[in-house]
């Protein structure tokens, strides 16, 4: 019996129609330099050059004339930087850890020298292939036609810079990581569905930190001849004040010359490495621009402030030259002229307030700072407890060196408290203070305060910090200034 087509149960169709297969994602290629690392790997290659000679300045002056090919070739037959300590674009990673976790080829395409693209992308081993500059300056117009040989299709791009607009213009997929805004707005005009890993912006935070806005407070040494003089006059402050600030503009000029110099060794170190510079946070460029203004405005304001103080900050300048380029890396030597930089704020100020300069108080500084320039050495030395290296990085310290300098650092910081001792009983400290006895109370607070940072130290809690810095934010050490302060006040002041 046929049953009539309504009445007709229904069964399922054995001819099934093939599934709907999503199009496999197009191979993605991907710069380097300001996109995957935030700095510049030639930049970097530079300064391992100049660290290790600053005379090979004339070399790539030299090089640069023989076109940027060539330049960049001959920097990398002399210095490569270390793929291993770079510091990448962190959430671009993850993105590409999940991209190549997804099965989508990733090739690294990078303008820089080609073995700088093949130690990156063998260090971070998600990356199947790389293509760099070799034969070819690979930038613009060339690093589109080198994709397209070796893509042989469609495929898509991750660049930053306005250069990189030429490959977006070729590639079927936009990716923008770290671009200005303009170079964003016009890729958008390119591929409105571009992916955008947006360029974080400089906040003040990293600035001050860059420059070592807490090393300022070494600065106020300048005052220190002031208030032994028990100076008044609120135009010899002023003067001092102004060669404070000159000296701190200079200072952080400074810092960021040593942070550029030490750039490898600071990526290696527990804490150094999350600074500015080598977190890639500021880059080669923006550092030097910053340093040659704020060394230009602190050496005019010196020299309007006085001629010996301009010369003397150019003193302090050129042995913080030196220190960064070579001499930290000599033993004790090092130390000895850290104490020296402290006391040489001191004399400034004495210079500029017009005050003669007692002996006391170098002696009195030079043994101080040199048992805190010692704390921030043993401290280092004690980070390399958790590590296998047995020196410093950068230092001319080796780990069964502790012993020795923590003896010294001791012994220099109660050599402070004993010169302070006998200048309390001296002819100066008599003629000076109305009541010298309430001066006495300065001697056990300091040697309270030196033996809190050694056992602080000893410890391990002090993890290679500057003692200068770590008191700035340690509640004992203020409680300990500020009664230094009133028994020196009350000492000047006669009070019983």
Known sequence: MVLPHSTRPHIPSLILEPPVKSSPALPLYVDLDGTLFPGDSLHESVLLLLRRNPLNLFRLLGWLLQGKLAFKRRVADEALPDASTLPYHASFLDFLRAERANGRRLVLASAADHRIGHDVAQHLGLFEDHIGSKDVNLSGARKLSAIQQHSNGPFAYAGNAAVDLEVWRGSAEAVAVNAPAEVSRRLKELHPQARIFERPSMSL??????????????????????????????????????????????????????????????????????????????????????????????????????????????????ITVAYSLHLKSLALLDVLLLAGLYTWRIAAGAVVAQVPLSNWLLAFSLFLFLSLALVKRCAELEELNDTDATRTPGRGYRREDLATLRGMGVSSGFMAVLVLALYIESQNGRALYPQPLWLWALAPLLMAWMMRIWLKVARREMRGEDPIAFALKDRASWITLLAMVVAGVMASQGAS
């Open 205 to 318: 935070r990293t600035l001050l930190k860059a420059i070592r806005l807490t090393q300022w407070s070494k600065n106020t040494l300048v005052f220190v001849p002031l208030l032994a003089s028990h100076v008044t006059n609120a135009h010899t402050w002023l003067a001092v004040f102004a060669a404070f600030v000159a000296f701190g503009l200079c200072a952080s000029a400074t810092y960021l010359f040593n942070d550029l110099l030490d750039l490898p060794n600071d990526r290696r170190h527990a804490h150094k490495r999350w600074r500015p510079l080598a977190a890639g946070q500021l880059g080669i460029g923006q550092s030097l621009v910053m340093a040659a203004l704020m060394l230009t405005a602190g050496l005019m304001l010196a020299l309007a402030v006085s001629p010996a103080l301009a010369l003397m900050l150019l003193g302090y300048l050129v």
